[in-house]
Nanobody
Framework: QVQLVESGGGLVQPGGSLRLSCAAS????????MSWYRQGPGKERELVAT????????QYADFVKGRFTISRDNAKNMVYLQMNSLKPEDTAVYYC???????????WGQGTQVTVSS
């Protein structure tokens, strides 16, 4: 059974930090590109960051460059999103996505809420 389980969300003040985690199981994690997406209130889901299978390539949306860092641990089947200098506009549900590089298979987690507010 495929599972992606996000954790680490919560309420944080502007300028604060959070580290999101995504635990993967039920598929060969190291064969999948991993991404974080987010969906803010009344907004469409948008790509935040992507990391290649072997951790060599990382890509970020312009609105998080310099503030967020994506990483993965293939030995633990985990992907992370370190979020620093958080802003109120970063408030959203954050989702983990696994994308096969050889098929059209995608998997999504259930999301974790991040709220940035004073």
């Amino acid at each position: 059974q495929v599972q992606l389980v996000e954790s680490g969300g919560g309420l944080v003040q502007p300028g604060g930090s959070l580290r999101l985690s995504c635990a993967a199981s039920g598929f060969t994690f190291s064969n999948y590109r991993m991404s974080w997406y987010r969906q803010g209130p009344g907004k469409e889901r948008e790509l935040v960051a992507t990391i290649s299978r072997g951790d060599r390539i990382k890509q970020y949306a312009d609105f998080v460059k310099g503030r967020f860092t994506i990483s993965r641990d293939n030995a633990k089947n985990m992907v992370y999103l370190q979020m620093n200098s958080l802003k109120p506009e970063d408030t959203a549900v954050y989702y983990c996505k696994a994308q096969s590089t050889t098929t059209s298979t995608d998997y999504w987690g259930q999301g974790t809420q991040v709220t940035v507010s004073s």
